[in-house]
């Protein structure tokens, strides 16, 4: 595999398709033309016509922009009202999440108390608990409350912290150095204060990372929506979507890949634009070898 | 320090008392629910002993769904290590553009819900969808897919290998911890790529891919939202949550749903821990 110093004096196209670099690029390329591909195909379909769709000669590319598709997907469902709904519980939900995760995991981080290493230990364990198990039970609860049909379901758990979120909070507060605090305890400062003071500003890059994992978990959940939610007025973007997918009837490529479209733009203009975070995030959770 | 002492336990209280109501309440409720014939519509809930698991274990359909969840995750996990392992070495190796390939790779596993779904409901359309019109260009008549239930295991084989990408992240951090100089010393013994990614590569990232496994355990057994929108001809896509969502929602047997839950839960933990064990045979500890 040492070609790329061997051959150093022959002809500038051998040494470049000899490179090992060179293959690489040329696996990965291959690649990412199948990780993109179902993307492009959805959009070219949503921009097609519909004997272009059921043209048995595949066109890839519609002949010019046919967007009667995205009015259509429109008239059946509200995309732009069940977008809305998720982004009031997703607001709603990541504003305790964030929050409240931060401040247990400051306790766990900064504290000593009796019990303290029992409770990690079941907040360790809790992780290793699928939700499906308590779902059942949980929803039985919240029915007998008569709060199903409601958001409250989805965005109420989320005050009392996340167990996954505070374990990788906790890890990072570790990190910072005693001295911040204990100076500002010196001065007079309550513990509170320290926390939001200090700890949430200097912890800002991290509690970004999870407020966008709390939004994508929330955006692209179905399980725990489709239990609660029963009133289309209420639906959120994945009820909507998996609604119009089964209608009964021909099914509407165009118009269904138009709205699948819409309701990826918001996640894949934050993975574009936060991918920052993302990577930091998986360095920061301490996953490591 | 006694001031230290008291203030620790508010901050952690929170969290104590959504465990309570969230998870211990709802697991003890869920250990008498399986017991019962509980359905939320009629009332009359009566105890019914171990009745919901003996009726479980006599469902053919049960049986069906886990073999289908089992079989998916047996085939699945390993495709998706081997994909985004051998992605996340290309990757390591220098080269330019890399943090653009990074994010198409990842994109995938980011981008789920059921959008994706039905764009691969699309994509393995017999007669219109993009898989079959590529096989047809190098004169292969494609499969009917979803229609076919000898192809449905593998079209959701291929859902998952598309979506692979999401281990990218944790592998590509920890190639970077890699020591180099092991790199350089098997250089000088001669060692030649392959051999280089199989002796040092691959047993410096097994506590990686033994965490990846364990994720890939829990994703496979709780898989939904894909099977709920595409299902699958001849109940092959009838995977386990599929099943337990169906006999809770759709049938209201909440007794025997939560039985399922329990079922669950505890082939999860068999398997993990099974795998727990299996870790000293073939984890590398540094």
């Known amino acids: 595999m040492t070609t790329s110093h061997t051959n150093q004096n022959n002809h500038p196209l051998k040494r470049f398709i000899l490179h090992k670099s060179t293959w690489i690029h040329i696996a990965l390329i291959l690649g990412s033309v199948i990780m993109i591909l179902p993307f492009i195909w959805m959009i070219s379909t949503s921009l097609k016509t519909e004997s272009e769709i059921i043209n048995p000669q595949m066109v890839f590319f519609p002949q010019g922009f046919h967007i009667a598709n ?140 999870i407020g966008l994992w709390a939004f994508m978990g929330t955006w692209n959940d179905l399980l725990g929506q489709l239990i609660y939610i029963n009133d289309p007025n209420k639906y959120t973007i994945q009820l909507g979507l998996a609604s119009f997918n089964s209608l009964s009837g021909e099914i509407l490529w165009g118009p269904l890949m138009a709205a699948s479209f819409i309701a990826l733009i918001p996640i894949i203009a934050i993975l574009l634009y936060a991918q920052k975070y993302f990577v930091e995030g998986v360095k920061m959770s301490g996953i490591k070898g | 320090m006694k001031k230290r002492k008291s203030a620790g336990i508010y901050f952690v209280l929170p969290w104590v008392i959504g465990f309570i109501l969230f998870t211990l309440l709802p697991m003890i409720a869920a250990v008498f629910i399986s017991f019962t014939d509980w359905s939320i519509v009629g009332s009359n809930t009566q105890w019914i002993g171990l009745a919901n698991y003996r009726e479980i274990f006599q469902a053919e359909q049960f049986w069906h769904a886990l073999w289908i969840t089992f079989r998916y995750a047996i085939i699945a996990i390993p495709l998706v290590i081997v994909t985004s392992f051998t992605v996340s070495v290309m990757l390591s190796k220098n080269i330019r553009h890399v943090g653009i390939y990074r994010v198409i790779y990842y994109m995938p596993a980011i981008v789920s819900g059921v959008a994706v779904s039905i764009v691969f409901r699309w994509i393995l359309d017999p007669n219109n969808g993009l898989i079959n019109f590529m096989l047809s260009w190098l004169g292969i008549n494609g499969p009917n897919w979803l229609y076919d239930p000898e192809w449905v295991l593998p079209s959701y084989l291929i859902m998952a290998v598309w979506g692979a990408g999401g281990g990218i992240l944790t592998y590509l951090s920890a190639l970077k911890d890699v020591p180099t100089s092991l790199y350089e010393s098997a250089e000088m013994d001669g060692a030649n790529q392959f051999q280089k990614t199989w002796y040092i590569t691959v047993p410096m990232m097994t506590p990686i891919i033994f965490y990846n496994l364990i994720i890939g355990i829990i994703s496979a057994f709780r898989k939904f939202t894909d099977a709920y929108v595409l299902g699958g001809a001849g109940g092959e896509g009838e995977f386990y949550m599929v099943y337990l969502y169906e006999q809770a929602f759709a049938h209201y047997k909440m007794g025997y749903a939560t039985a399922l839950a329990w079922i669950l839960f505890i082939v999860i933990m068999f398997l993990t821990v099974i795998v727990n064990v299996s870790k000293k045979f073939w984890v590398h500890t540094a």
């Open chain 1, 70 to 209: 995205y009015v259509r997907a429109f008239q059946i469902i509200p995309i732009f009202r069940y977008m809305g709904n998720t982004v009031l519980i997703a607001v709603l939900k990541i504003f305790g999440e964030v929050f409240v995760s931060a401040a247990v995991a400051y306790g766990f981080a900064r504290f000593q108390f009796k019990g303290k290493n029992v409770i990690f230990m079941v907040l360790l364990a809790t992780m290793m608990l699928p939700y499906e198990v308590t779902m059942i039970p949980t929803f039985i609860i919240w029915s007998f409350l008569g709060l199903t049909d409601n958001y409250t379901p989805l965005i109420l758990p989320a005050y009392f912290g996340s167990a996954s979120f505070i374990f990788f909070l906790k890890m990072y507060f570790e990190t910072f150095p005693k001295d911040y605090e204990e100076s500002a305890l010196i001065d007079g400062a309550t513990h509170f204060q320290i926390f939001t003071k200090i700890f949430i500003p200097l912890a800002k890059p991290a509690l970004i990372t």
